[in-house]
């Protein structure tokens, strides 16, 4: 069964503009993580936001973590055509053994 | 620094046929993960490795599935009896030391195509 759900299912942008996705997830977490999957290929690893941590940043990556909503939102700023890919949100639920529970994903296209 | 690989990329075989997947994880890695994700979904938990032991099967990976990693390195997955509901992409990641909670890293994945 999958955790978590994103939001919204799919975004389309121009380029330059930020791009906010959101998560949600339902049970308690050690740590979330967000990947990123072009078409096809497989899943790059973007940033990993611990339960303890609030918000955490990776260039042009902004993350939050609200463990009392369960929900984690990624900001990517000035986006770029070569951002356009499916974007999922994962969750190491808490006795889990680290194994990740990924939501559905979300479709960004940036138009140039 | 190698990342993680797969072989192969791709495989499209008829109902009924055997596969095999090998998965080669990043060298200093002992955790090894496979999922499996379909058309429009995110990727689902199949099985995991601490070292060579299997530590966890999920309800997913059915009777005709198999996994190894028989010395704590490379590791292969086996569908027997392929049916047309097997076709996904099957990914494979790693990672070390779980209790310093570190990044699961992603190889680029087999997809199979069952006819």
């Known amino acids: 069964s999958q955790q978590g759900e994103e939001d919204p299912q799919a975004l389309s942008i121009q380029e330059g503009e930020n791009a906010t996705m959101n998560c949600s997830y339902k049970t308690s977490i050690n740590n979330l993580q967000w990947y990123r999957q072009n078409s096809g290929r497989g899943l790059v690893h973007l940033i990993l936001i611990r339960s303890n941590e609030r918000e955490k940043h990776s260039g042009r990556l902004r993350v939050t973590l609200d463990t009392s909503k369960k929900s984690s939102s990624l900001l990517i700023t000035a986006s770029r055509a070569a951002d356009t890919a499916s974007y999922f949100c994962a969750t190491d639920a808490t006795g889990a053994n680290s194994k990740l529970t990924f939501g559905k994903g979300i479709t960004l296209s940036v138009r140039p | 620094d190698t990342g993680v690989s797969q072989d192969p990329r791709h495989k499209i075989t008829k109902r009924g046929q055997n596969v095999t997947f090998r998965c080669d994880p990043i060298?200093?890695?002992?955790?090894l993960y496979w999922y499996r994700q379909t058309l429009g979904q995110g990727p689902e938990f199949l099985t995991y490795f601490q070292n060579e032991a299997q530590l966890e099967k999920s309800r997913l990976l059915s009777d005709r599935f198999s996994a190894e990693r028989p010395k704590g390195s490379f590791s292969t997955l086996e569908i027997q009896r392929t049916e047309q509901g097997d076709s996904a992409m099957y990914l494979c990641?790693?990672?070390?030391?779980?209790?310093?909670?570190?990044?699961?890293?992603f190889g680029p994945g087999t997809r199979l195509l069952v006819l």
């Open positions: 060298s200093e890695h002992n955790r």
């Open positions: 990641a790693s990672s070390s030391d779980p209790g310093q909670q570190e990044t699961q890293y």
